[in-house]
């Protein structure tokens, strides 16, 4: 029952930070593709919102960042999974040294000659 236990929160471990590490990558990594578009878009002279027709040469030059970013999701995904390996592998060694490497009493000591 022990190991069930164990091996349910090291589970959750593993897909907690995972998820927690691959979102993270996510956000820093759209924040950094959205800058670079709108500065490239600043470059150019043209901003964003303000109703102005992009040429195609320039939108494709701006937007490749954006198109970076969503390539790069299995790669973000691939380094969560890693995280939370890491962090459950640390957990099941620590589980093992306090809870396994233990011995129970086996029975009465042996008799005094």
Known sequence: MKKLVVGLIALAILAGVGLLVAGQL????FRLAESERDACYASQGYFLGTGQTIPDGVRNQCTQSILDYENGVAMRLVYGALAGLVA??????IAWFLMFRRREPQGAPPPAV
């Not at 996510?26 to 990594?29: E, L, S």
């Not at 459950?88 to 060694?93: D, E, I, R, W």
């Open 26 to 29: 996510g956000d820093n990594a």
């Open 88 to 93: 459950a592998g640390l957990f099941l060694l």
